[in-house]
């Protein structure tokens, strides 16, 4: 069974950067979208970013000019690369990947930002 792996969560200053991973275990085709949510204590789980097949992107408001998701297909891999962090950007972050099939979840990653 296909699973969801992330990783590159942790601890960091506000203002600093992190870039979490999410990699396939297993063969994985007709993915359609990769995306990244996230959810903070006490919070429902918000988007924070996809990518398509074809490499469109789209952003929370919230996110953008921060954040930048990109995909390396061979690898059935997504990044978010988070840069500028800020304490509100605390929270655990998901990844999922959309197929013709049903989507995929990963098991998360911790990330806080201290101020």
């Known amino acids: 069974q296909v699973q969801l792996v992330e990783s590159g969560g942790g601890l960091v200053q506000a203002g600093g950067s992190l870039r979490l991973s999410c990699a396939a275990s297993?063969?994985?085709?007709?993915?359609?979208?990769m995306r990244w949510f996230r959810q903070a204590p006490g919070k429902q789980r918000e988007y924070v970013a996809h990518?398509?097949?074809?490499?469109?992107?789209n952003y929370a408001d919230s996110v953008k000019g921060r954040f930048t998701i990109s995909r390396d297909n061979a690898k059935n891999t997504v990044y978010l690369q988070m840069n500028s962090l800020k304490p509100e950007d605390t929270a655990v972050y998901y990844c999922?990947?959309?197929?013709?099939?049903?989507?995929?979840w990963g098991q998360g990653t911790q990330v806080t930002v201290s101020s």
């Open positions: 999922n990947f959309i197929r013709t099939t049903g989507q995929l």
């Open positions: 990518i398509t097949s074809g490499g469109y992107t």
């Open positions: 297993g063969s994985i085709f007709s993915i359609n979208a």
